[in-house]
Structures are given as C-alpha cells and as structure tokens.
C-alpha cells in the first residue's frame, strides 16, 4: 500500500512538474514596473501582455505589473519560448513560475484575435518556430563555440545550429516591424532544441549545462537587438515551458474556428480611425457654446436697467417719442 502510494506521489510530482515553467522579464522599460507577485497563469500571459502595451485587461489585473505612467509605453512584446525539458535559462530580469494551464501557442492565437480586433492601429502579429529555418539552412548567424556539444552528433547539431538561426529569426522579425508608422509589433519564437538533449544526456550533464549558457547568451543578444531596433520602447520575456505534448489544446482549436464569434469576448465596439478626432471636435465645439450661452445668460441676468441700455429703452411702456 505504501509502495503504490509513493508511485502515486511520483507520478503527481511529475505531472506537476511537467505543467510548471518559468517567465523572465528580461528588459521592459521603466514605466512598466514588475514586482514580486505569486503564480502567473499562461491563460493570464496575454492579458499581461496587452496592458503592457496600453491596452485594458479583459481578466482581473495580474498584481506583478504596475504601470506607473501611460505614456510611452512599449511599442512591441517579445516572447521567447523555450522548451527546455527541466533545464534551467533563467536570466537576469524579474522572475516568477508559470503555470501552464493553455500552450503558448493558444496566448499567440487569442492575442492575434483579441487585440487584432481592437487594435485602432497597424499591428504585425509574428510567430517563427526557430527550427524551421534549419532545414533551408537560410540563417547566416555564426554558431556559438563549445568544448562538449559537438556538430557531428545529434541532437547536439541541431541546439547549435538553431541557437545560430535564434539571433537570425529574431533579426529578421524585427526587420518587419509595423512601428517606423506608428504601428505595433507582437512577436513570438519558439526554441525546441533543448528539450532533446535534456532528454539524451540528462539534466546535470556536462552537455546540457553547456547548452544552458549557450542559450542564455542568444537570449541576450535577441534582448539587447530587440532594445536596439525599438529604442527600448519592448517588453522582452522568456517563458520556459515544460508542458507535456499530450495536454489539451482545446482552447487553440476555438480560436481557430471558422466559426470564431467575437461576441463572445465581451468586446467594445469597434470605430474608425477618424472617431478621436470627431469625438474631439464635437466634445469642445459643445464645451464652447454651452460656456457661451452661459456667459450670455449671465451678463443679461446682472445688467443695470438704469444705465438706459438698448433693452431697457425698447421694453419702457412709456418710451419717449422725439416731436
């Protein structure tokens, strides 16, 4: 009894395990203010995201965030992924446990269908699974140097050359960027090569600790281009995610229904691009006439009859007549 209770316990703590990451504000700029706050949910990962870049949360505010100014906020969010197996990236930057109760990929898709909907602007929604650049061999970053992972194995090949196309595939999302227009940049890549060699070699291997600060350095570099290109105006995040493949993904599939009704999400009412300037015009067209007739009420209502004005001397029933 004992013995199956213990399995029972481990297989648990696995499972918890597996569905429990990490997310690390790496650069955010200084009107954004992330404290220490408990367990963010990746459901709530977007909502974050959007109140980040000025627009209003639809959940309850995640208290880790505080905006302490609504001007100059973020013009573009980064977000890293990682599937890292167990290991550990963690960089510097404020961090806290994810709780992965919906993938990442569902926060893109929910993202790109909510705020496209609202967004009064030009807004590039971009998502690149950094693998997919290995097959054409189409980056042309310089692949990092290292003393125990070795090209001509597997799947050691494959971290460092994916490591190389990371700096590549966030260098050309940026090259897209909808901001020099006054637009908005949403951008998403996903990192998978270091879940396998976790899985090959073993989390305390000389190897994947290597890849571990491999993969810190690429991620400073992404940061540190993502600062350039934006001129800091980015939120720059890494999630790390150790979801297990065999976890629901219901919530994407609504997403992407043909039968997706926005109605759903409580959402205002869309207008032009025209509708600030029109609300302005009639708001202090109106605020100026009513100050008018005020006024004008008000100077009537205190002139001195005696002074022998206009509208005294044609209201006077015995108005005088010039003979």
Not at 121 to 142: A, C, M, P, Q, W
Not at 312 to 323: A, L
């Amino acid at each position: 009894m004992e013995v199956q209770a213990v399995r029972w316990l481990s297989l648990f703590s696995l499972l918890y395990t597996a569905q429990c990451g990490e997310v690390t504000v790496a650069h955010s700029p200084s009107n954004l203010r992330f404290g220490s706050a408990g367990v963010l949910r990746a459901t709530h990962l977007d909502d974050v995201l959007a109140a980040s870049l000025g627009y209003t949360p639809e959940s309850a505010p995640w208290n880790g965030l505080t905006i302490t100014s609504p001007f100059n906020l973020p013009i573009a969010a980064v977000v890293v992924e990682v599937h890292g197996g167990g290991a550990s990236v963690r960089q510097e930057g404020s961090t806290y446990s994810l709780k992965e109760d919906t993938t990442l990929d569902d926060v893109f898709q929910r993202m790109k269908a909510v705020m496209g909907y609202r967004a009064q602007r030009e807004t590039l929604f971009k998502r690149i699974v950094v693998d997919d650049y290995l097959g054409e061999d189409t980056f042309h970053g310089s692949i990092p140097s290292s003393e125990v992972l070795s090209l001509n194995d597997e799947p050691d090949s494959t971290f460092l050359r994916e490591m190389a196309a990371l700096v590549d595939a966030a260098e050309k999302a940026g090259e897209m960027t909808t901001t020099n227009h006054g637009g908005q940049d949403i951008i998403f890549l996903q990192v998978n090569s270091l879940a396998p060699l976790v899985k090959t070699y073993g989390l305390e291997s000389p190897k994947v600790k290597e890849a571990e600060n491999i993969l810190r350095k690429q991620l400073v570099q992404v940061t540190d281009m993502m600062r350039h290109i934006y001129n800091d105006r980015v939120l720059v995040a890494t999630a790390t995610v150790e979801q297990l493949e065999e976890l629901s993904r219901s919530s994407r599939s609504i997403l992407q229904s043909e039968d997706l009704n926005l109605e759903d999400y409580n959402l205002a009412t869309q207008y032009t691009s025209d509708y600030p300037a029109i609300f302005n015009i009639v708001l202090w067209l109106s605020i100026i006439l009513l100050l008018a007739v005020l006024a004008t009420s008000v100077a009537m209502a205190t002139m001195d009859p005696g002074r022998d004005s206009i509208i005294y001397r044609m209201t006077n029933p015995r108005m005088k007549k010039d003979n």
